[in-house]
């Protein structure tokens, strides 16, 4: 089993929600976020707990969360991962499975689907091939057969959801928009995510511009009918520092 931590929130957007950390990658991003942190950056209390599968369903259980996220860095190279949905599904959650796609043949596709997988977000680090290979050290031809795989059996209760960061010099908003339309080749309902780049010290790329983002959002949204994405890192450090809670005024008639 590579599960090394599970962090839990009873308030992520009005639901509970639990993340399964694995241990282990394949690729090495050169920005990579879980090496930046690997536990929870949230976490207000920490519990310590016999650290056995049975242990950590039962925490689970009692936790009874409506999602669990299974990530941190790839659950795919873990040989129990199939064992361990199998017995999460009986948990009664939605279970999204993260990764990088590299894994994903279509006979793994299969297997997670019927595992019990409820959903598969793919990260896509950069469309273009030879940028895909300099920022993680892999081929991206995986990662993007994985998305036909999963697109092939994707049903109501197996969704695919690929999500992509928007990062200067390697996945640029023309990058992002020939990503949007080798999807939308297999299937324009697919939702697409962009994340832009979180900076880093020591990393060499810069945060991506407030323009590019809604760049890269427009350009893809000519192609698919759902994307979305993520605040800027230093918009979301700005929305941090006002009080939580909104202010409303109303207005009625004297
Ligand atoms: S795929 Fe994810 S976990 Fe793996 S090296 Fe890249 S950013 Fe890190």
């Known amino acids: 089993m590579n599960i090394y931590h599970i962090s839990y929130t009873s308030k992520f957007v009005g639901e509970r929600m639990a993340m399964l950390s694995f241990k282990g990658c394949n690729f090495d991003c050169i920005g990579c976020i879980r090496k930046r942190n690997e536990c929870d950056i949230y976490a207000e209390e920490r519990r310590y707990i016999d650290w056995t599968f049975e242990n950590i369903v039962k925490e689970l259980e009692e936790l009874n969360p409506h999602r669990i996220y299974l990530g941190g860095y790839e659950p795919t190279l873990d040989p129990d991962l199939i064992r361990t949905i199998e017995n999460l599904s009986k948990l009664d959650a939605h279970i999204v499975l993260m990764t990088n796609g590299s894994k994903i043949d279509d006979g793994y ?23 895909h290979l ?9 990662v993007l057969n994985a998305i036909k795989n999963l697109a092939a059996i994707e049903d109501a209760y197996f969704r695919l959801q690929v999500e992509t960061i928007l990062l200067p010099e390697i996945n640029d908003p023309g990058d992002i928009e020939e990503l949007a339309i080798f999807i939308s080749q297999i299937n324009p309902t697919i939702s697409l995510f962009i994340e832009p780049w979180i900076p880093m010290e020591g990393v060499e790329f810069e ?32 929305i941090r520092k006002t009080p939580r809670k909104a202010k409303f005024i109303e207005f009625l008639p004297d």
Request: charged letters at 35%; proline letters at 3%.
């Open 207 to 238: 945060e991506p511009k407030k323009v590019d983002l809604i760049d890269a959002v427009s350009r893809a949204m000519r192609h698919l009918y759902v994307v979305s994405y993520h605040p800027l890192y230093s918009e979301i450090k700005e």
């Open 134 to 142: 300099y920022y993680t050290k892999r081929s991206n031809e995986e």
């Open 109 to 131: 596709a299969i297997e997670l689907k019927e595992a019990g997988v409820n959903e598969v977000i793919v990260g896509v680090k950069a469309f273009d091939r030879k940028k």
